[in-house]
C-alpha cells in the first residue's frame, strides 16, 4: 500500500497561489490514480482533481482554469498549483490514492488510500 504527506498549505489572500504537495512512500505512485478532495467547514468533502497513470488529468468544473494537477515520478511526488484562489477555496485539502485502471474517479469512497489533509485559507 502507498503512504500519502500532504504540505504546502497555508494562509493567502484573495487571488494568491499556493502548490500543494502530496509526497507518496511505501509506493510509487506512477501505477496509482491520485485524487485531490477538499472539505471546507460543515460540508462533505468534494473532488477537486485527480491524475491517472497515462498522465490524463481531469478538473472539477469550479477549478478549471485555475488549478492544476501534475505528478513528478521522479519525487514521488503529486502537485496541485492553485492560482487565483477565492475565499471559496477554504478547506483542508486531502490527496487520495486508487489503484488506477486507467479511468477517473470522482468519490471519495472509491478511493482507499489517504493523506492527513492540509489546510488551505483564503482571506478576502
Known amino acids: 500500500q502507498v503512504q500519502l504527506v500532504e504540505s504546502g498549505g497555508g494562509l493567502v489572500q484573495t487571488g494568491g497561489s499556493l502548490r500543494l504537495s502530496c509526497a507518496a512512500s511505501?509506493?510509487?505512485?506512477?501505477?496509482?490514480?491520485i485524487g485531490w478532495f477538499r472539505q471546507a467547514p460543515g460540508k462533505e468533502q468534494k473532488f477537486v482533481a485527480a491524475?491517472?497513470?497515462?498522465?490524463?488529468?481531469y478538473h472539477e468544473d469550479s477549478v478549471k482554469g485555475r488549478f492544476t494537477i501534475s505528478r513528478d515520478n521522479a519525487k514521488n511526488t503529486v502537485y496541485l498549483q492553485m492560482n487565483s484562489l477565492r475565499p471559496e477555496d477554504t478547506a483542508v485539502y486531502y490527496c487520495?490514492?486508487?489503484?488506477?485502471?486507467?479511468?477517473?474517479?470522482?468519490?471519495?469512497?472509491?478511493?482507499?488510500?489517504w493523506g492527513q489533509g492540509t489546510q488551505v485559507t483564503v482571506s478576502s
Open positions: 491524475i491517472i497513470w497515462n498522465g490524463e488529468s
Open positions: 511505501g509506493r510509487t505512485i506512477d501505477r496509482y490514480a
Open positions: 487520495a490514492a486508487e489503484g488506477s485502471t486507467g479511468v477517473f474517479r470522482l468519490l471519495p469512497q472509491e478511493y482507499p488510500y
